[in-house]
Antibody
């Protein structure tokens, strides 16, 4: 079955760029059937939807992060990625990637999550 | 953005109890409401979508109801593996937003 795995640095300095990748196995990021999504969870807190990308490269970003956020998809590596620039301590969180089937409106497959700490 | 408000924020219950969690949207979201379960250190798990449709493999003691702005998640007979935090999420357009979560603890 489809599995997602996040990867990236666990520690990022303030004002720098947070870069994460989600590798898709058992399925294809090129499938037109899914949106590829990022969600984060601040320590001890609830879930925040970051945005999603489609295989064509079209995106929808959370307006609260839009000015600092870029998502991309690499079909050759079967991966999709997130870049968040000008990070602060408020960006410290567990970051999850997930799959949302188009026209289904839920996230049915999630990665295990990766912890990112913003600190000098 | 649509605001999702869950209540209660936490509850204590015993095995076998019937548990109900509510979720209210700041505007009508029709039936575009999803419920997830999250255990400590784990990713959320999809329980219910379209307000009342059980995801494959989810026990039938879980049920969802509601439409418009008011929704409920019910666990008919709480089991030890159900102690977790539950989140609602709307999917009536982006951006998706989540409720703040309801932690179900052992009494």
């Amino acid at each position: 079955q489809v599995q997602l795995q996040e990867s990236g640095p666990g520690l990022v300095k303030p004002s720098q760029t947070l870069s994460l990748t989600c590798t898709v196995s058992g399925g294809s990021v090129s499938s037109g059937a899914y949106y590829w999504t990022w969600i984060r969870q601040h320590p001890g807190r609830g879930l925040e939807w970051i945005g999603y990308i489609y295989f064509s490269g079209s995106t929808y970003y959370n307006p609260s992060l839009q000015s600092r956020l870029t998502m991309s998809v690499d079909t050759s590596k079967n991966q999709f990625s997130l870049r968040l620039n000008s990070v602060t301590a408020a960006d410290t969180a567990v970051y999850y990637c997930a799959r949302e089937p188009r026209s289904r409106y839920y996230m049915d497959v999630w990665g295990k999550g990766t912890t990112v700490t913003v600190s000098s | 953005d649509i605001r999702m408000t869950q209540s209660p924020s936490s509850l204590s219950a015993s095995v076998g109890d019937r548990v109900t969690i509510t979720c209210r949207a700041s505007q009508s979201i029709r039936n575009y409401l999803v419920w997830y379960q999250q255990k400590p250190g784990k990713a959320p798990k999809l329980l219910i979508f379209a307000a009342s449709t059980l995801q494959d493999g989810v026990p039938s003691r879980f049920s969802g109801s509601g439409s418009g702005t008011d929704f409920t998640l019910t666990i008919s007979s709480l089991q030890p593996e159900d102690f977790a935090t539950y989140y609602c999420q709307h999917s009536d357009g982006p951006p998706r937003t989540f409720g703040q979560g309801t932690k179900v603890e052992i009494k």
